[in-house]
């Protein structure tokens, strides 16, 4: 894959500061435009900080 999970990281880290508790509706907007615009490795990488967007956002 073209990206690590440092990059996924980083990019959930950023959309979490600036969008809040939009953060997952605008993770979820970039996962579907993305499967619209059928590129395999930005569905991959959007899903992926989705996932993780997840995980960080479940109490421990």
């Not at 894959?1 to 959930?12: D, E, K, L, T």
């Not at 993305?34 to 959007?46: K, L, Q, V």
């Amino acid at each position: 894959m073209p990206f690590g999970g440092h990059n996924i990281r980083n990019c959930v880290s950023e959309i979490k500061l600036r969008h809040g508790k939009q953060a997952d509706f605008i993770v979820s907007r970039q996962v579907q435009w993305s499967r619209d615009r059928g590129n395999d490795e930005e569905i991959a990488f959007w899903n992926a900080v989705l996932t993780d967007l997840h995980r960080t956002a479940s109490p421990h």
